[in-house]
């Protein structure tokens, strides 16, 4: 078979694609994405990782941030095209002028409340959170240090959430320390503070070396419907390269599928992208069942929770005001992905 009739056949095979739209319409694009290593973003490293994305004439470029608002202003500036974490700061980023656009979910109900060694002896069964918060406080004669990531984030959001309005903690018995993802780890490992929220892979991680570490809030608990990763686009992205931006969303679908149905074949993917060859793919397999690992990808889910979540941070003071919601969700490539069978 010679080059022009090798190319013939390509095309022939991919017309019987889901992305052959996508295929045909434009030639290679690069995408620069920006990502928080977490399992929340499996779908993508899947999709990625089963080569669909090349597939349908994407090549990525991949940066690792330690959290969504830390990615915010790369998104600003241009330097990044796709964003996946958090949708929290996502409106706030649009309403001052950033044009972002939220295609698909990933993951919901991710972060969890876990205990380290010192803290979780008092939280015994029977006793409420509040009452374990504050007996800690009382034997050690200082509040309990709770690691999440920077205000304003989705991880600070939920934790403050399930403090303050579901376990109804005393504000002097617990101090809320800002670090990053792999930080929180480490601290928590260490006994540097004495829990704090965490999303997968970080729970099975922490687990496997310290069974004392407890899971004492799951994702729902510590806030209903709790809105997670998503994948967002710029707009100028968006604008220029729309078949790019489907054959991502149908990309998530097919991943989201093949991950509950075969986490084996998922897990290298994912253990590629977040554990750098450190962490080994049986544990990443692990996190990808866990109940913290809740994998969705309809955006349409998540906009109300995602608003409900705004107004808390508005409550808070992480936010001055509710950022209006126009124009962040674009639900269209999911709706056609799922027509055309992911």
């Known amino acids: 078979m010679d080059r022009r009739q090798f190319l013939i056949a390509g095309a022939t095979l991919a017309a019987a694609t889901p992305f052959a739209g996508a295929a045909r319409a434009q030639s290679a694009v690069t995408a620069r994405v920006g990502y928080i290593p977490i399992v929340g973003t499996a779908p993508f490293f899947v999709a990625n990782g089963e080569g669909w994305l090349k597939q349908g004439g994407i090549e990525t470029a991949i940066t690792v941030f330690e959290s969504g608002p830390n990615m915010i202003q790369a998104l600003a500036s241009g330097t990044i095209d796709i964003y996946v974490a958090g949708v929290a700061p996502l409106a706030v980023a649009r309403s001052r002028g950033v044009d972002i656009r939220v295609v698909a979910s990933t993951a919901v109900g991710e972060n969890v409340v876990v205990t380290a060694p010192a ?10 959170p509040a009452a374990a918060f504050k007996a800690f406080r009382a034997a ?18 939920v934790l403050e959430y399930w403090l303050w ?46 069974p004392q570490i407890k899971l004492v809030a799951g994702g729902e608990e510590v806030f209903p419907g709790q809105p997670g990763t998503v994948v967002a686009v710029s707009g100028t ?5 729309p078949e790019a931006v489907q054959t991502v969303v149908s990309g998530l679908v097919k991943a989201a599928a093949l991950i509950k149905a075969d986490p084996d074949k998922a897990a290298p993917h994912v253990a590629a992208a977040l554990g750098k060859g450190i962490v080994d793919p049986e544990l990443i397999r692990k996190a990808l069942v866990s109940p913290a690992s809740r994998f969705e990808i309809d955006p349409r889910k998540i906009i109300e929770p995602a608003r409900a979540m705004q107004a808390y941070q508005v409550k808070l ?5 509710e950022a209006p919601f126009d124009g962040l ?8 992905a799922i027509k055309a069978g992911g």
Do not use: C, H, W
Request: hydrophobic fraction near 40%; proline fraction near 7%; aromatic fraction near 6%.
């Open 119 to 128: 803290l979780t002896r008092f939280f015994t069964e029977g006793v409420a």
């Open 140 to 157: 050690t004669g200082k509040p309990a240090r709770l690691a999440t990531q920077p205000p304003g984030s989705v991880p600070d959001t």
């Open 237 to 241: 992205f968006a604008s220029k390269n």
């Open 165 to 210: 309005e579901v376990a109804k903690v005393d504000k002097a018995d617990v101090a809320i320390v800002p670090m990053g993802i792999d930080a929180t780890q480490q601290a928590i490992l260490a006994g540097a503070v004495d829990g704090g929220t965490v999303r997968e892979p970080a729970l099975t991680i922490l687990q496997s070396r310290n």
């Open 329 to 336: 969700f674009e639900t269209q490539y999911y709706e056609r």
């Open 317 to 321: 003071g992480s936010l001055d005001k």
